[in-house]
T-cell receptor, first 116, second 112 residues
Framework: ETGVTQTPRHLVMGMTNKKSLKCEQH?????MYWYKQSAKKPLELMFV???????ENNSVPSRFSPECPNSSHLFLHLHTLQPEDSALYLC???????????????FGPGTRLLVL | GENVEQHPSTLSVQEGDSAVIKCTYS??????FPWYKQELGKRPQLIID?????GEKKDQRIAVTLNKTAKHFSLHITETQPEDSAVYFC???????????FGKGTSLLVTP
């Protein structure tokens, strides 16, 4: 599937490194999301961008910094992460209508992150 | 914050039997309820969704029911097949309209 792509697919980083995750959607959507998926926990919403404006930020530590330069691209910049940040990071996109009614979210394949 | 509870956490059925997964939600403003299937090592994929203006929706072997009064919704899979084995997540939208609150997932195993 090529609707929502993410790079890299796997990442190992030390606690002092700086890295970035990239997400690209080819579906013409106007909203993009970052989720964290850890073992035995629900999918946790981290950030939402609608029309390139951040509309939700769910108390995520500042060591995670999102960037949405346009409606097709979303980045997650990582800095001084902790081992407990190791998880699968999923990007998703959707269309949001003017009345904010919800449309289906399509997920990317995820980036498997390991922080040593 | 809003909560979505999902049960059971694991479910094992024989091929051909039915499987039922149940979810409850707390936000009475929720009006969109998708179900996602995630196979091992793959991304979550939408399999069916329901909006609050209907009580039931069916797509071949998969059906979802919604009881807004009780704030619960269920996924029903009939005539299960081994390829139905996966983790299934329910979700409900939040009052902001943008976020989806997910359940913890149900690991379904269909044995031949």
């Amino acid at each position: 599937e090529t609707g929502v792509t993410q790079t890299p697919r796997h990442l190992v980083m030390g606690m002092t490194n700086k890295k970035s995750l990239k997400c690209e959607q080819h579906l013409g959507h106007n909203a993009m999301y970052w989720y964290k998926q850890s073992a035995k926990k629900p999918l946790e919403l981290m950030f939402v961008y609608s029309l390139e404006e951040r509309v939700e930020n769910n108390s995520v530590p500042s060591r995670f910094s999102p960037e949405c330069p346009n409606s097709s691209h979303l980045f997650l910049h990582l800095h001084t992460l902790q081992p407990e940040d190791s998880a699968l990071y999923l990007c998703a996109s959707s269309s949001i209508r003017g009345d904010r009614s919800h449309e289906t979210q399509y997920f990317g394949p995820g980036t498997r992150l390991l922080v040593l | 914050g809003e909560n979505v509870e999902q049960h059971p956490s694991t479910l094992s059925v024989q091929e051909g039997d039915s499987a039922v997964i149940k979810c409850t939600y707390s936000d009475s403003a929720s009006n969109y309820f998708p179900w996602y299937k995630q196979e091992l090592g793959k991304r979550p994929q939408l399999i069916i969704d329901i909006r609050s203006n209907v009580g039931e929706k069916k797509d071949q072997r998969i059906a979802v029911t919604l009881n807004k009064t009780a704030k619960h919704f269920s996924l029903h899979i009939t005539e299960t097949q081994p390829e139905d084995s996966a983790v299934y997540f329910c979700a409900a939208n939040s009052n902001s309209g943008y976020a989806l609150n997910f359940g913890k997932g149900t690991s379904l195993l269909v044995t031949p």
